[in-house]
C-alpha cells in the first residue's frame, strides 16, 4: 500500500470507525461464539501473495466483529472503562506514522520531553504533592507513561528491593553475604483487596507478599499493617515495601493512607506504593481530591489514563519522589543507547521493563487539551452521577442491595438471596448479550459489578440496564417458583 | 469531540500522514535542539477550557516535529529499522477504535483468537519447528505478542527460574530450603554480544548472569559455554538458563545453535531461548533461513516484526515449546477475571508481565495479509541487498574498512585510523542532520553501524548516504592537514 492507497484507505477507515461507533449500540455487547470459533474461519497458512484490502475488510466485519467483546458499548458494564476519545485515536495515528522509538533522550527528544511535560500536567491537575513532579524547585521526582499499572507497581517493588538489599549489605557482618540470603529476608505487604497484579509482581520479584486483611469495608487499616510488620519484625524479617489501593478492583475501596502512611515512616526503609489505577484519574475533580489524602506519605503512584480518563491504552501514568532511586534498578547501558546529553536529559528506558517505548504521551497531551481539565472533570462526574442513579435504583427494589460505597463509577449490588443465585443471574444476563457485567467477591459475598464504562453514558443508559437486570430477575425468580410448583404438583400426583 | 468532527479532524490526519510521509526527506532526520528545548515552549499548566483542534495541530508541527528524530527518514541508518507500514496502521486505527482489552479470551474473543493463529501464521512463514505453534498436533506450545524483546527474554527467564527452583525443591534435604537460597545456586548465561535488556531481566530475576566472551567473529560458541558450565557445576552452582542472539545489535552476528543446543540439552533443565528480534524476520526468506540452524534445540524464540516486517512498535513475538511451563510461572487468577471457558481458550494475561493487553495481532494480520509473504520477503531482500551495496562501497575506497559480516540490513564499518577519529568523524555528521548512524564496539574497536532503515529504501538512497560520509571524512582529514601545517607553521615562525 502505498501512499495514495492510504490516503483513500486511511480514510475510508476514519468511516469505517464513525460508522462502527455510531451503531455500536445495534451489536451484542458480548459476543454469541465459543473457543475456537476463528480457527476454522481462517486459512491455516498465511497468504504468499498480496491481498486486496477490501478482502481484508470484508474479514474484519465478518469474522473479527462477531469474536469482539465490545467495551465500548452502551451496555458495557464489566471490569472497568477502556478509555477512548477521538483526540486519543488522532494521537496514535499520529504516533504510528512518526514511528519513533523514545528509548532515550537522543532517540527521540520530543518524544520523552513531551512525556516529562504532560505527567507533570497531569501531575498538577489531580494534585499530586509538588515533589512528585519533575519541574518543581529541590524536586527529585517525576512522571513517566508505563505500559500497565502491572508495570508502575513492578519498578517501583524492583527499586525499593534494590534499596533494601542496598541498605542490608551495609549492616554489621552481611557484606560478605550472598545477595539472595538478604533477599530472603524481604517482605512486602498488599490487602486482600489489591489488585492481583501485586502477587504478580512479588513473583516476579522473588520477595515474600504478606497480604492483609482489609476492614469490613474493605478498607486496608494502619493498624492492621503495623501488627504485621512488628510481627515480622520480630521474626526477622525485613519489611520494605507496601502497596496500597485507591479504588480497588472489586469494590472501589480506599485502603486509608492516612493511617497507613505514618506507619510505613515509622520504620525504616520501607517504600509506600500507591496504585490507583481507576480511582487516580477522578481526583482531577476538586470535590474527589479527599480521597487521596495521606498521598503525602507515599513514595509512589500511578493512574491509568486508559481507565478512566478517555486516553486509549497503554497509557499507565507512573510518578516518583525520587527518580535515582527508581533508575538505580533498572539501568544497564550499553554504547550503542549512549548519547552525548546522558547527563542532562531523561533516559526514559531506565524508568521501566521495556527499553523501546511508543510516543505514547501525544494521545494523552492531545485529550488533555481537547477536553480541557474542564471537559475531562464533566466526563468523570457524569459517570459519579449516574453511578448514583443506578445505585438509587437499586435501593428503591427491595429484591436488592447495594455491598459497597459507592463513590466513583462503580456499583457493586446482588439480588438478596443465596450466592447461586447471583451466579446464575449473572450469567442468564451475560448469556443474553444484551448487557455485560463480571461478578467480584465482596465481604465474602458472591456481588456483581456495575461499571460505568461508555465514555458517553447517559441516564438512559442506567434505566435500560436496570429494566434489563430485574426482568432477568423476575424471569429467573419465576422460573424458581414454577420449578417449586412442578414438585410439589410431582409430589401430589405421585402420591 | 465528536463523531462528526473525528470524521473530518480523522481524514485531516490521513492526510497530515501522507504529507508528512511525502516530504519526510525534506527535514532534518536528528533534531537541531538540545534537552530541555520543548519546556519553555508550553505552558506549565494544562488548558482548564478545551482547545481547538487546529490550535494543537499548529503546535504538533511548530513544537513537537522539530524535536523529533525520524526513524522513518531515507537518511536514518541509526539503531534499527522502526516498523512502519500503512497496513499496520490502520490496523492500530482499527484497534484503538475497537478498544477493547485482551487479558482473557473471554474479554474479547477474537483479540486472543487471532492472535495465537497470527503467531501460527508467523511461525510457520519463518520456519519454526511446529512444537512451537499451537495449532500442530501433539503440540505444547503456542505464540504470543509482547511489548518488547526485554519481555519476551524476562517471562522465559522467569519461566526457567521457576522450573529450576521446582526441581531443585525436590532434590534430597532441600525440600525444607527457603527458595531464596535456591535462587542463589542458579546461573544465567548469555554473550558479551547480547542485547544489555538479557542483563537487565537478571537483575530483575534476581539472578546470577556469567557473561561469555564470543570468539572473534561475535559469534558465542559452544565450547565457550559448556567450559563455563562445567566451572560452575564444580562450584555448586545450577545452570538454568541460556540466551542465545540471531542477530546481536553491534554486529549482526549470530551464536552458534548448533554448537550451543546440544550443549544445553546434555545438562538437565537448561531453558535455551533463542532472542532473534532483528534477524528472526528475515528468515521468512528460504535462502536465509540456513541462519537459524539449531533451531530445533531451543524453548523460546522470539522476534519483532516491529523492527524489520513493517509492523508498528509494539509487536515482538514469542514462541514457547511449552506453553504450560510458561504460565505457571506468571498465574495468578482473581475471581473478576475468571470465566466460563478458562479451561479450553488461552488466557494471554499468565503468558506476560502487563495483565491488560490490545489488539496487536491486527496490525500484523493486516500487514500479512496486505503484503503477503512474497511482499514481505521483497522487503527482507531489498534490505539486504542495499546493505551488500553499502558494503561493496566501503570495500572499494582504501580509507575505510568493514568490521562485521554483512548479511543482512546492517553494515558495521570504520575510517582506517583511531577510535578518536570515528568518533569525530560520526558526530560531525550526526550534528549535520544529514544522516544519522551510532556507534558500536565490534572486536573492541569504535566502529560506525550504518543499519537499513526506511521501509521504501532504494540505491539512491545508500549512494547519498555514502557521499555524505566521505564529504565528511574528506573535511575532517583536510582540516587535519591543515591543523597539522598550521602548527608546523606556528613552530617555524616562532623558533
Known amino acids: 500500500m502505498d501512499v495514495e492507497e492510504f490516503r483513500i484507505r ?3 477507515m476514519v468511516e469505517y470507525i464513525c460508522d462502527f461507533m455510531n451503531n455500536i449500540h445495534k451489536r451484542r455487547v458480548t459476543p454469541d461464539i465459543g473457543p475456537g470459533y476463528l480457527k476454522p474461519l481462517l486459512p491455516s497458512e498465511p497468504p504468499q501473495q498480496p491481498e486486496a484490502w477490501e478482502d481484508i475488510m470484508k474479514d474484519v466485519e465478518s469474522k473479527i466483529m462477531p469474536g469482539i467483546t465490545l467495551w465500548q458499548h452502551p451496555r458495557f458494564h464489566a471490569y472497568f472503562p477502556a478509555g477512548n476519545s477521538f483526540p486519543s485515536i488522532l494521537g496514535d495515528m499520529l504516533s504510528d506514522a512518526i514511528g519513533c522509538i523514545g528509548f532515550s533522550w537522543a532517540s527521540s527528544p520530543a518524544c520523552t520531553e513531551l512525556e516529562t511535560i504532560v505527567c507533570d500536567w497531569f501531575g498538577k491537575a489531580i494534585g499530586l504533592p509538588k515533589d512528585f513532579l519533575y519541574f518543581s524547585e529541590g524536586s527529585k521526582g517525576g512522571g513517566v507513561i508505563q505500559g500497565s499499572a502491572s508495570e508502575c507497581i513492578l519498578v ?24 539472595t540470603v538478604l533477599l530472603g529476608k524481604l517482605m512486602a505487604y498488599c490487602s486482600r483487596e489489591s489488585h492481583s497484579s501485586v502477587e504478580k509482581d512479588a513473583m516476579i520479584s522473588f520477595v515474600k507478599l504478606r497480604i492483609l486483611e482489609p476492614d469490613e469495608k474493605s478498607v486496608l487499616r494502619g493498624e492492621t499493617l503495623r501488627q504485621a510488620i512488628e510481627a515480622d519484625l520480630a521474626e526477622g524479617l525485613v519489611p520494605f515495601f507496601v502497596s496500597t489501593t485507591l479504588g480497588t478492583t472489586a469494590c472501589c475501596s480506599f485502603d486509608n493512607l492516612k493511617e497507613i502512611g505514618p506507619i510505613c ?33 507515599a513514595d509512589s503512584f500511578n493512574t491509568n489514563t486508559n481507565k478512566f480518563l478517555l486516553t486509549n491504552f497503554d497509557c499507565s501514568c507512573l510518578w516518583v519522589k525520587d527518580r535515582f532511586k527508581l533508575t538505580s534498578a533498572l539501568v544497564v547501558d550499553p554504547l550503542y543507547l549512549q548519547h552525548t546529553h546522558a547527563d542532562t536529559a531523561i533516559d526514559y528506558r531506565h524508568w521501566s521493563i521495556p527499553l523501546s517505548r511508543r510516543f505514547r504521551s501525544l494521545k494523552l497531551w492531545f485529550v488533555m487539551r481537547n477536553y480541557g481539565i474542564s471537559g475531562l472533570q464533566a466526563y468523570v462526574r457524569n459517570h459519579c452521577q449516574l453511578a448514583k442513579r443506578f445505585e438509587a435504583l437499586v435501593r428503591k427494589d427491595s429484591r436488592f442491595e447495594i455491598c459497597n460505597d459507592v463513590v466513583l463509577g462503580l456499583v457493586c449490588f446482588r439480588a438478596k438471596g443465596s450466592d447461586k443465585l447471583n451466579q446464575k443471574l449473572l450469567s442468564s444476563i451475560n448469556d443474553s448479550g444484551k448487557i455485560h457485567m463480571v461478578p467480584a467477591r465482596v465481604n465474602q459475598r458472591y456481588t456483581i459489578r456495575f461499571a460505568l464504562a461508555a465514555p458517553n453514558a447517559s441516564a438512559d443508559d442506567i434505566d435500560i440496564a436496570w429494566s434489563i437486570i430485574t426482568d432477568y430477575l423476575a424471569e429467573l425468580l419465576e422460573s424458581k417458583v414454577q420449578n417449586k410448583n412442578e414438585i410439589i404438583d410431582y409430589l401430589i400426583t405421585s402420591s
Not at 517501583?156 to 545477595?179: F, V
Not at 506504593?273 to 484519574?281: L, Q, R, T
Open 265 to 297: 515512616k515509622k520504620y525504616p526503609g520501607i517504600w509506600l506504593h500507591v496504585d490507583a489505577a481507576y480511582a487516580g484519574n477522578a481526583f482531577i475533580c476538586p470535590e474527589l481530591k479527599y480521597l487521596m489524602a495521606g498521598i503525602e506519605y
Open 10 to 12: 486511511g480514510k475510508e
Open 156 to 179: 517501583c517493588m524492583l527499586a525499593a528491593r534494590a534499596q533494601a538489599i542496598a541498605r542490608l549489605k551495609e549492616s554489621p557482618g552481611h557484606t560478605h553475604l550472598d545477595e
